[in-house]
């Protein structure tokens, strides 16, 4: 079973299927590269081996078996009565997790591995897909998911261990705290150790002295935190005590009964923070408190702008203006390196999403009414998404430009969130635009670049910038929440935990050390301390939408079915960037196919 090594996936396939094989097993690549899993199929077959005890031996080894299914398939006797059933009982003991993947239409129902779950979503067989792509890509992000839950298994196999040392020696369990390892739960460790130690003698104690120092916070990858939460049942439930969640998995987590509610005596708190309701609420009942609200904001070379006779980029035109002019002429910095005006995000973090939500909201006067309360008909809805879209994965096409065969930029189709830190920390890119729970990691990332010796870079941060011909600014909103999971061990305590963190001291403690606070208070106070104008940004943010001049309520929505929808939608915009670029489709035909896609998956897949 699963280790400390990749993840091992065993394909099984007919050798007639080897088109279907060799794209899927592109896509399968990439998570490879990221060392997530280690895929094996015959292909890897030495001369001279015996062949039939290699497969038999990697079948066995296997932690993950995909089984390619397809008339062809089944009618393989060496798949039949060889691999089949070895597969079975691997997953009847739980050796290995089994997926189906269904190729073409075929009797698969009747056979014994109908009783796993399928992919594609659906059983669809991939042949009938109108974007085989798409359906390669959902296949891989489901493996990717099982790896990451593997993973997580044996990071928990090894927690129990830790566990059951301390449980000698305090004869009870820890308390555990469960984020993303970023800078707002890294914040929220910071803050609640120092109070531990009693260097911020002015805050609140701690309410947790009985447990001493028998606290243990977990912070992971945000990929392994979501696989997490999908695959966790209400009876194995969440081993931790407080668990920071994207606040669009509350109502997946709650109709699941992953979290429990929240003491009604934290419902004090609720006017001190923003968008308190909207992020922690689930049917009018409270089951989380935010850890960290976050919007986007524009962070700029202005250094470069202002050489190059640049505008700052505050109106949408300006936005692309910029990217049109990078284009006619070049951009270098002070030592001759060229400067990409921008990097769109990859299909490796759903920042993606947001990508294209800023040219939805930047673009089209009429997204209060998908956004908003009253939903349009699909058709009408798709109809209002056009133009945004056009202007998205044209911008793709333009970018595309940029990419450095050398490595020196990362492509954009490629890219992940930390890549674009990264890259405008280096001096890299002109603008790009990032959430302020980023902040932290980028001052640390140009304070290391200046280190380095390369010159300080003068960065601005700006608000969003605002609507083609609109006096107004569309944001996001985003964030996590802090949750009691059902199986708790202290959920007391964890409710006490709450409590003392959504004190407006240790709010502003918790703000110093690079948390994202929602509390009122503590970001209006930041308006002028954040180094660039990133507070100002943030809270020009607020005020649209405190005065109506922004509409997030697609984003907000915490449904059940939500992440699934803007996964297959991410997919797809994948997909359609990609055919941009390469040139294969034009962005209006790209941009029809997308709003398609959009209507059928996303719209129509939230009720």
């Not at 899927?24 to 280690?38: M, P, Q, S």
């Not at 959902?138 to 196999?157: C, F, M, P, T």
């Not at 850890?291 to 109106?315: F, H, I, Q, W, Y």
Request: glycine residues 8%; contains cysteine.
């Amino acid at each position: 079973m699963a280790s400390h090594r990749s993840i091992t996936v065993f394909v099984s396939y007919a050798h007639q299927d080897e088109d279907h094989h060799r794209r899927l097993a592109e896509f399968l690549r990439r998570l490879e590269e990221e060392r997530k899993i280690d895929a094996w199929d015959d292909r890897a077959i030495q001369p001279g081996t015996d062949w039939g005890e290699e497969i038999a031996q990697r079948l066995r080894e296997a932690d993950i078996i995909l089984l390619l299914v397809s008339e062809n398939f089944l009618a393989s006797k060496y798949v039949r009565d060889r691999e089949i059933p070895e597969a079975l009982k691997l997953a009847e003991t739980r050796s290995a997790t089994l997926v189906p993947v269904i190729l073409e239409p075929c009797d698969w129902q009747s056979q014994p591995f109908a009783r796993w779950q399928a992919m594609p979503p659906k059983a669809a067989p991939v042949s009938e897909w109108p974007d085989r792509d798409s359906a390669y890509a959902l296949v891989a992000q489901r493996v990717g998911a099982i790896a990451d839950s593997l993973r997580a298994g044996v990071i928990e196999a090894e927690g129990d261990q830790r566990q059951r040392q301390r449980q000698t020696v305090y004869r009870q369990y820890p308390f555990r705290l469960l984020g993303e390892d970023y800078d707002p739960f890294r914040a929220f460790e910071q803050v609640f150790r120092r109070v531990e130690t009693g260097e911020f003698g002015r805050l609140p104690p701690l309410p947790l002295r009985p447990l001493g120092d028998r606290v243990e916070f977990v912070g992971e990858e945000y990929q392994t935190i979501l696989s997490l939460l999908r695959h966790s049942g209400p009876l194995a439930g969440l081993p931790y005590d407080l668990a920071a969640i994207p606040y669009p998995l509350l109502g997946q987590c709650v109709e699941r009964g992953l979290i429990q509610p929240l003491n009604d005596r934290l419902r004090e708190h609720e006017n001190d923070f923003l968008w308190w309701s909207e992020m922690g609420t689930y049917e009018g009942r409270l089951y989380g408190v935010p850890l960290s609200a976050l919007t986007m904001v524009l962070a700029v070379r202005e250094d470069l702008l202002e050489a190059n006779g640049l505008p700052r980029p505050d109106r949408w035109e300006d936005y692309l203006g910029i990217v049109d002019a990078a284009a006619a002429r070049p951009i270098v910095d002070g030592a001759g390196r060229p400067v990409a005006p921008d990097l769109l995000q990859g299909r490796r973090h759903v920042a993606i999403w947001y990508d294209w939500l800023n040219h939805l909201y930047a673009c089209d006067a009429n997204d209060r009414e998908i956004y908003g309360d009253s939903l349009l008909a699909p058709d009408a809805a798709a109809e209002t998404l056009r133009q945004g879209t056009l202007s998205y994965l044209s911008l793709a096409g333009k970018l595309a430009r940029h990419a450095d065969g050398r490595g020196e930029i990362p492509h954009y189709a490629v890219a992940n969130w930390d890549d674009g830190i990264e890259q405008f920390a280096r001096g890299r890119l002109l603008m790009h635009f990032l959430f302020t729970d980023a902040l932290e990691t980028l001052r640390l990332r140009m304070q290391a670049t200046g280190a380095s010796g390369d010159r300080a870079l003068k960065v601005r941060f700006l608000p969003m910038p605002r609507a083609a011909g609109l006096p107004t600014r569309h944001g996001h909103v985003e964030g996590w929440v802090l949750c009691v999971p059902s199986r708790a061990h202290y959920p007391e305590a964890a409710n006490d935990v709450l409590d003392w963190f959504l004190d407006l001291e240790v709010q502003r403690a918790y703000a110093l050390w690079g948390g994202a606070s929602a509390h009122r208070t503590v970001i209006e106070e930041r308006t002028d301390v954040d180094g660039g104008g990133a507070g100002r940004a943030f809270w020009q943010s607020v005020e649209d939408q405190a005065e109506g001049r922004a509409s997030v309520g697609l984003v907000k929505y915490k449904g059940p079915g939500v992440m699934p929808a803007v996964e297959r939608v991410v997919a797809n915009l994948y997909d359609a960037v990609l055919a941009v670029a390469r040139g294969q489709q034009s962005a209006e035909q790209a941009t029809h196919q997308l709003i398609w896609k959009v209507a059928q998956r996303l719209l129509r897949g939230l009720d």
